[in-house]
């Protein structure tokens, strides 16, 4: 069974103050480890898919990285708006396993 | 449409009556999923369906849950007889290509979600 493990599970940062989120994952046959962001009252929103190891992908003040067994997601001088959970997924067959998230939560 | 589109946004129900959830996907999406989502978790895997076909149930808790999609675009979520456990958010997703393709376009797109409360 796929299992994905997301830390820490609540992150508090001032403005500007850069800082990474982990995902660790199993998963038999990886075919993408997708990252989300969902706001309060919101399904998750899109951000990234990454496929195999050493692959990186950048959006904004977000930046993901990938290896073979983990994850991390930087976020580099935060704003407030970027305040939200932020979700990973692995995919091992057609579904996706969510991690249960990490929440943000950026200070002016 | 525009986006995942899902009704009603908020549902409270009393212990035992039967609900019904609707998702309408994006327009030819071939793929729809369900999940659930407890507060403060992450999404849970329910059910898959690929066109009108349901090939996966494994995540349906119980058989008071039940799902369908019967002309392959709007899907119903039902849960009979609910229970105070029921209470989450039920979330939908569809995506364009089937589920099995590793393709980079095969990103699941969710909707708002169905807030269940049961007293």
């Known amino acids: 069974e796929d299992q994905v493990t997301q830390s820490p599970e609540a992150l508090r940062l001032q403005e500007g103050e850069s800082s990474s989120l982990n995902c660790s994952y199993t998963v038999s046959g990886l075919r993408g480890l997708f990252w989300y962001r969902q706001d309060p009252g919101k399904g998750p929103e899109f951000l990234f898919t990454?496929?195999?190891a050493g692959e990186e992908k950048e959006k904004e003040r977000l930046k993901a990285t990938l290896t073979k067994k983990e994850s991390f997601l930087h976020i580099t001088a935060p704003k407030p708006e970027d305040s939200a959970t932020y979700l990973c997924a692995v995919r091992g067959d057609y579904k996706l396993s969510f991690g249960a998230g990490t929440t943000v939560t950026v200070r002016a | 449409g525009a986006g995942v589109s899902q009704s009603p946004r908020y549902k409270v129900a009393k212990r035992g009556q039967d609900v019904a959830l609707r998702c309408d996907p994006i327009s030819g999406h071939v793929s729809l999923f369900w999940y659930q989502q407890a507060l403060g978790q992450g999404p849970e895997f329910l059910t898959y369906f690929q066109n009108e076909a349901q090939l996966d149930k494994s995540g349906l808790p119980s058989d008071r849950f039940f799902a369908e999609r019967p002309e392959g675009s709007v899907s119903t979520l039902k849960i009979q007889r609910t229970q105070q456990e029921d209470s989450a958010v039920y979330l939908c997703?569809?995506?364009?290509?089937?589920?099995?393709?590793?393709?980079?376009?095969?990103?699941?797109?969710f909707g708002a979600g169905s807030r269940l409360t049961v007293l």
């Open positions: 990454l496929y195999s």
């Open positions: 997703a569809s995506s364009p290509d089937r589920g099995s393709l590793p393709s980079g376009a095969n990103v699941l797109t």
